[in-house]
């Protein structure tokens, strides 16, 4: 009885092989034909290395950064972005937990019982004390202050108050003055020639009253290393935006730039 | 179920130091926030004619070259968009007091800045005032303020009137100085002689420096200004020749045997010519005195027209015919890391950018019986080493040249029919030709 019983049990097992072995055969094929594809056919769809445009060296990009004022480009109008702005981020709506069957206990009655969560319709307009100063992650642009053009007319830039003075509305002519030199000076060759667009870099620099700029450092990252680096470098190869405007009495001038990429 | 209350309280703590020190930061200085893609123009800049500020019959003269001089430096900036004079309200300004801001902000001139003032003579002095207004920000307009005095002569008013453009360049053009005032060098055989000649960056004033009686090439002119090295051929053979601009007269300067070609002059004085004193026509350095002679390159050679970059004084680039055809390579100042930047054709008289950025030199791509082209000026990125062609279809090009503000190239072109010297915007843009009488080579730009 026993040696049957354990016949019965073996015999089992190999009945069992040969489908496994289909299985796992199958797999493999499967796998190494996703691999294929992968590497080969969907590697010749995309584009190669070194295929990225920049193999040619009649490279308009050059032209630009001749230290010249380029040919007049086509501005984004701040005010009819697809971005969402200022407006302020839906915050996510939680999903109640079911509730736990409660255990009888005594120590049920003193818990302390957890506020009640309000969905965004239900949620009071709260007074704006820290949110004023949030930018929409990958957004940002002008925050909310004076817009401070010279005029209605002017396209090129704008300069921007802090609480601390006007400088933008006083010195409009020295912030286009800086807008011009670093973009200028911003070489987009430097930038991986796969990247088709990225996300805004922004940086942060001072300008002294000589117009070095210094303290240069990368204020929110774009996620591409290349354009990252090619935005630090354009405000290295600067070594001065000219003198402070005479009247402006201030020690030194912070900025916040940032560069939209788009091949 | 908790944590729902905690973020808020963290949020709420970072906030609050958010706060904090976007207060201390903000009453410490001034922000500017900016960036690409707002549109990078030209600046529009009206130049409204000065105004006589005094009776004097002499005035029209003076306000007539003012006028132009001023209009030109302007025009030739390459940063501004002039605005044409026909778009100009009847009633230009000459006191700021005289400014009609609604005027000149809005079409048809449509400027964002406009530059106006007046000029009088009295008792042979020549006062000019003059304003540089952002129309546009009609609270506090004043960009520019400036009065100068000066004899009542045209050449005077010339200079106040390139030093008036200068100022407005410096601060409409990021602190890059203007160049009204720099000069330029060249050689002219129009005296039957090939001499070394000097005139304003705009072709007026051109003036004779050398006298030898030979020929005379290669000028450049040292980077304060005071002494100019040239080549030239005397019974020795050639030699480096130098002429001093504070005696206004040529200083004694060694010989070093063999032939002795195109000096140039590194950011810190030294100087780098080629020389054939030991055989082979190689780059050699030596102090500004004349002293400390030393070898840069080895080999047949020949290697001819050395130029350093003119921001780090750190590397030298040069000709060189090793390989067959002449090529451009760069090394180190001290010889090392030798490396080939044109791949073919026949490529000469490299010229550093003041910005170490780029090289401009002269190239015919397709060399040889048979090609077409001829050669035209280029511009090269040194550390990617992409170029682009910035003339075309226009006769022999050659000896280009950087301004020292980095928007201009001089050079010596053949296409209205003989040599002669010609500049244009660093894009290949707006060229204009400077000399017309006899021949003209080799221009070389003065350092500021």
């Not at chain 2, 009204?180 to 050689?187: D, G, L, T």
């Amino acid at each position: 009885m026993a040696a049957i019983a354990n016949f019965d049990i073996y015999s089992e097992h190999s009945q069992l092989r040969r489908p496994l072995a289909w299985s796992l055969g199958l797999h493999l094929a499967f796998a190494t034909f996703v691999v294929l594809y992968a590497t080969f056919i969907q590697g010749f769809r995309g584009q190669g290395w070194g295929t990225g445009g920049t193999g040619d060296a009649m490279g308009a990009t050059l032209v630009s950064a001749v230290p010249l004022p380029a040919n007049p480009t086509e501005s984004t109008n701040v005010l009819a972005t697809e971005s969402r702005g200022l407006a302020k981020s839906e915050p996510s709506v939680q999903e109640k937990e079911p509730e736990a069957i409660p255990i009888p206990d005594k120590n049920t009655k003193t818990r302390l019982k957890p506020a009640p969560v309000k969905s965004a319709t239900q949620r009071k307009p709260q007074p704006e004390t820290f949110e004023s100063n949030q930018i929409p992650y990958g957004e940002g642009g002008p925050v909310n202050g004076p817009y401070t053009m010279t005029a209605g007319g002017a396209k090129g830039g704008f300069g921007f108050t802090g609480s601390g003075g006007d400088f933008g509305s006083q010195f409009g002519w020295y912030v286009q003055a800086v807008q011009r030199k670093v973009t200028e000076n911003w070489l987009k060759y430097e930038v991986d020639p796969r990247i088709a667009e990225a996300k805004r870099v922004y940086l942060t620099f001072d300008i002294a009253r000589d117009g070095h700029p210094s303290n240069i450092e990368i204020e929110q990252s774009s996620g591409v290393p290349s354009l990252d680096q090619s935005a630090v470098r354009a405000l290295q190869r600067i070594d001065t935006f000219g003198p402070s405007p005479p009247d402006y009495s201030g020690s030194k001038v912070s900025v916040e730039f940032w560069f939209d990429y788009k091949r | 179920m908790p944590n729902s209350a905690r973020p808020i309280r963290q949020r709420a703590m970072i906030a609050v130091i958010l706060l904090l020190l976007l207060a201390t930061a903000s009453s410490a200085q001034d922000w500017i926030r900016t960036g690409t893609g707002l549109g990078v123009e030209r600046v529009r800049l009206a130049a409204s004619d000065f105004k006589p500020s005094t009776p004097d019959a002499n005035n029209v003269n003076l306000l007539k070259t003012f006028n132009d001089t001023l209009w030109n430096d302007l025009d030739n900036a390459g940063i501004f968009d002039l605005v044409s004079k026909s778009f100009y309200p009847l009633q230009v300004p000459g006191q700021p007091s005289e400014v009609n801001f609604s005027a000149w902000n809005s079409p048809p001139p449509n400027t964002s800045m406009l530059a106006f003032g007046n000029l009088g003579a009295a008792a042979g002095k020549v006062t000019v005032q003059g304003w540089l207004y952002d129309v546009k920000n009609e609270k506090s307009p004043q960009v520019l303020g400036k009065q100068y005095t000066d004899n009542a002569t045209t050449d005077a008013v010339r200079v106040i009137a390139h030093r008036f453009a200068d100022e407005i360049i410096f601060r409409l053009g990021g602190g890059v100085p203007g160049i009204a005032e720099s000069k330029i060098y060249f050689v002219s055989e129009r005296t039957g002689h090939k001499e070394i000649w000097m005139m304003d960056y705009d072709g007026a004033n051109q003036q004779q420096i050398t006298h030898t009686g030979s020929i005379s090439l290669s000028p450049r002119i040292s980077p304060d200004g005071s002494r100019l090295a040239f080549s030239s051929i005397d019974k020795g053979g050639w030699e480096i020749m130098m002429y001093s601009f504070d005696l206004n007269r040529m200083v004694s300067f060694p010989r070093f045997g063999g032939m002795n070609l195109s000096p140039s002059w590194s950011p810190e004085g030294k100087i780098a010519f080629s020389s054939s004193r030991n055989s082979y026509p190689n780059i050699f350095v030596v102090d500004p005195s004349g002293g400390n002679l030393k070898r840069l390159t080895t080999g047949q050679g020949p290697d001819v027209s050395p130029t350093w970059n003119r921001k780090t004084g750190s590397q030298i680039a040069f000709v060189s015919g090793r390989t067959g055809l002449p090529q451009i390579y760069t090394m180190e100042a001290d010889g090392t890391n030798l490396q080939r930047v044109t791949d073919q054709g026949y490529a000469v008289s490299p010229n550093w950018s003041p910005n170490g950025q780029f090289l401009t030199f002269s190239w015919e791509r397709k060399y040889g019986p048979g090609e077409p082209g001829s050669n035209d000026l280029y511009l090269m990125d040194i550390a990617s080493k992409q170029w682009v062609q910035l003339t075309h279809d226009a006769g022999r090009n050659d000896f280009p040249c950087w301004s020292p503000d980095g928007r201009h190239i001089v050079f010596q072109s053949h296409r209205s029919g003989s040599d002669q010297i010609w500049t244009m915007l660093a894009d290949g843009t707006n060229v204009k030709q400077l000399t017309f009488k006899g021949g003209n080579t080799q221009p070389n730009w003065s350092w500021r």
